[in-house]
């Protein structure tokens, strides 16, 4: 897939922007240990949507566009992410991304959601689903979930992965990672203007908190956390060449979820096929109201 990409990203993300700071603006709560920003839209019940590792809660405007017409849509950037405050430690595990998400939930008055994480946010959704405050969430959907490489067996490609990453935000800048690695996000039939706010949300990515996000990523593992109470749903993008569909299968097997695909979508498959997972996200949300399952 190759595209101008420079060329192409004002025109095509004008109106992206705009529907974002009409329709889904950015808000900071302060919170203990510092600023936490998330987007909301939308009432009725709660809908809580954790963004992966180069992304942010602007990914999920569509999405979140069509759910805010029947729910309460939350997402967060995650911290270190847009304006939130980073975590103190320079390399925190789920339990930390998940203390702050419970310190999100309690200000925000939410005390039962469904809990939606894509890419690298499956590992916090994970654990705080199967934290203390687990009945809180009536339902854990996962999209194109990233394991983590913290079990010991994977030792090997966690040092890579981690060398890879590092190594790559010192020697580029964000916005030249955002072109090299935005095309690996989408499927090889993607439109150029989703090409383009998949680049847009990369582009905006802050330092700090993406070296949290890899320590996140290398040390922990989304099936360490203990069995699931609630029912649990995996999707993965037919066309996923980040997390594949055999892995995200591998996984949902694990967790004893559901595990269907996207079509036509590779790994954002939020901002490559939005009406898509909109609809699978308010098919969740009313299976969580009746308790029944999938």
């Given amino acids: 897939m190759s595209y101008a990409i420079d060329n192409l990203v004002p ?8 529907q974002l700071a009409l329709n889904f603006p950015v808000r900071t709560l ?10 909301e839209c939308g009432a009725g019940p709660a809908i809580v949507l954790l963004h992966g590792i180069g992304s942010g809660s602007a990914s999920w405007l569509e999405v979140a566009q069509q759910l805010g017409q029947s729910a309460r849509v939350i997402a967060w950037d995650a911290p270190g992410y847009g304006d939130s405050t980073p ?7 789920a339990s930390d991304y998940a203390e702050r998400l419970l310190q999100l939930l ?9 809990l939606v994480g894509h890419s690298l946010g499956a590992i916090t959704a994970t654990a705080f689903a199967s934290g203390v405050q687990q009945q809180r ?8 979930p990233a394991q983590g490489y913290g079990h010991p067996s994977r030792a090997l490609q966690r040092q890579e992965v981690r060398n890879k990453r590092l190594r ?3 020697q580029l800048s964000i916005k030249q990672m955002a072109e090299q690695r935005s095309p690996y996000m989408l499927s090889p039939a993607a439109s ?4 383009a706010w998949v680049r847009w949300n990369m582009a905006r990515l802050n330092p700090d908190g993406y070296r949290q996000a890899i320590e996140l990523l290398c040390s922990d593992d989304l099936l360490r956390h203990p069995p699931l109470s609630m029912p649990c749903e995996v999707h993965c993008g037919e066309a996923d060449g980040i997390t594949a569909p055999e892995s995200c299968l591998t996984l949902a097997k694990a967790l004893g979820a559901t595990f269907n695909l996207i079509a036509d979508a590779g790994h954002a498959s939020p901002i490559e096929q939005p009406y898509v997972v909109a609809g699978r996200l308010a098919f969740a949300i009313k299976e969580s109201l009746t308790g029944a399952s999938l």
């Fill in 11 to 18: 025109p095509l993300t004008a109106d992206l922007q705009a």
């Fill in 30 to 39: 302060e919170i203990a240990g510092g600023r936490q920003a998330f987007r």
């Fill in 87 to 93: 975590l103190r430690s320079l390399a925190p595990d």
């Fill in 106 to 114: 309690d200000a925000l008055g939410i005390q039962r959601c469904v």
């Fill in 137 to 144: 969430i009536s339902r854990l959907v996962l999209i194109s």
């Fill in 168 to 170: 790559a935000l010192e």
């Fill in 192 to 195: 150029p203007k989703a090409l």
